[in-house]
């Protein structure tokens, strides 16, 4: 039986305020874990310094050590309310500190008397530096360290272990989260949307709940940037990106997000959407403002989906339902020509075009082997405008014009 690759405890080290803020650039902010600084409230912040010159203890601050670089995983927002404080950027709280206010006779670090100066500066940090721990580890570690705090999905989900983990923040540093949505990214709020269009595209309509977020990971850590459900996405968000072009306030919550997100996902499934931003960008804001207006029109319809939308239900009923009414409009309104759902040539389709085109490369001629892999047939009208998948619109390439001359270059 393999032996359990167990950790020593670590020790923690404590090193007086002035001594961090001595070494200031030695410890670095490891985004794959720590929120951006600034995200306390002013409130959260006097809190924290009240309690420093009172003399009670802190939670540990967390580093990891990799190489001569320490990396905060735990404390980012501790370290920087310290800052401020010390750089006068906010003052002490008549609520929590009005009688050490009254005793040090102010209240900003420059304004307090030296001896609360000395208390501050003085101050022993409780730091706890991990060494030799992988980056599994030190998410594990991040985890548990959480456990018991108020976490946002979007920062759990940042810790989970697996391949799929870096999928999701590759996809969450997408234009689509950062210029064309009205939600904004604050506590990885792009993670936890990148994890749900993941979700969805992997398992098909259903309820996206953290819960089944969560499971959804555990079950699927080694989905990554190679996959298709990965590609899949990315290609919505393509689309959406070139449709809207710029911020767009009508999608400035999760459902509509999603309502929007699933409506291109299921067109360039099934419909011929190349050229077709431009309706797809009138459709999404006029059918906003329909919903908004639903009560003034009467319509019965838009009055349900924008009670639906305004409740926000992660349950797959309402998902379903507002897709149904959104995509039904669209098809209504603009009746795009569908794909050829069997997109591959059949081996009867295959034999007739080799056969018809006398085993010759359409392209260059060469001489090709029926069977072989590098027999290609490709669509005469591209698949993606609705090239329907017949002998009729086949033609017999080698598989270097099929992949170099069609594909990269356009030519046939």
């Known amino acids: 039986m393999k032996k359990l690759d167990l950790k020593d405890p670590t020790g923690i080290q404590p090193n007086p305020i002035s001594w961090l803020l001595l070494h200031k650039d030695r410890y670095k902010i490891d985004e794959t874990y720590q929120r951006a600084p600034g995200i306390w409230t002013k409130s959260m912040e006097q809190y924290l310094i009240d309690t420093i010159l009172r003399g009670f203890p802190i939670p540990l601050i967390v580093v990891h050590e990799r190489g001569r670089k320490e990396y905060i995983v735990d404390g980012q927002q501790r370290i920087y309310t310290i800052k401020r404080f010390h750089n006068c950027e ?53 985890r548990r360290l959480q456990s018991g705090k108020t976490l946002t999905p979007g920062e759990k989900l940042n810790a989970f272990p697996g391949e799929i983990v870096h999928a999701m923040r590759e996809l969450g540093s997408h234009k689509f989260f950062h210029d064309i949505i009205d939600m904004g990214v604050q506590r990885y709020k792009n993670y936890k949307l990148a994890a749900t269009f993941l979700m969805l595209e992997e398992n098909g309509m259903t309820s996206i709940s953290p819960e089944y977020i969560f499971e959804f990971f555990d079950d699927n850590v080694d989905l990554d940037s190679g996959s298709a459900t990965y590609r899949k996405v990315r290609r919505v968000m393509n689309y959406l990106t070139k449709t809207l072009k710029s911020r767009t306030g009508e999608l400035g919550t999760q459902a509509w997000v999603m309502s929007a997100y699933l409506l291109t996902s299921y ?146």
């Open 90 to 142: 906010f003052e002490l709280s008549q609520k929590y500190s009005k009688d050490i206010i009254s005793e040090a006779g102010g209240s900003t670090y420059s304004t307090i008397s030296k001896e609360y100066q000395r208390r501050f500066d003085s101050y022993p940090l409780p730091i706890l530096t991990l060494r030799d721990y992988n980056d599994e580890e030190i998410r594990s570690t991040f």
């Open 267 to 412: 067109l360039l499934d099934y419909y011929v959407m190349k050229g077709r931003h431009a309706d797809l960008r009138t459709f999404l804001i006029d059918f906003f403002s329909k919903v908004e207006n639903a009560e003034v029109s009467g319509i019965v319809e838009l009055i349900k989906f924008k009670q639906a939308i305004s409740r926000g239900t992660n349950n797959e009923e309402t998902i379903n339902f507002r897709h149904e009414i959104i995509a039904r409009r669209f098809l209504k309104k603009f009746n795009p020509p569908r794909l050829d759902e069997d997109r591959l040539f059949a081996n009867k389709e295959r034999l007739a075009i080799f056969r018809r085109d006398g085993g010759e490369c359409g392209m260059c001629h060469k001489k090709l082997v029926y069977g072989k892999a590098t027999t290609h047939y490709h669509h005469t009208t591209p698949y993606s405008v609705g090239g329907r998948t017949s002998t009729e619109n086949g033609v017999l390439l080698c598989k270097a014009c099929h992949l170099g001359k069609v594909h990269k270059e356009g030519k046939l």
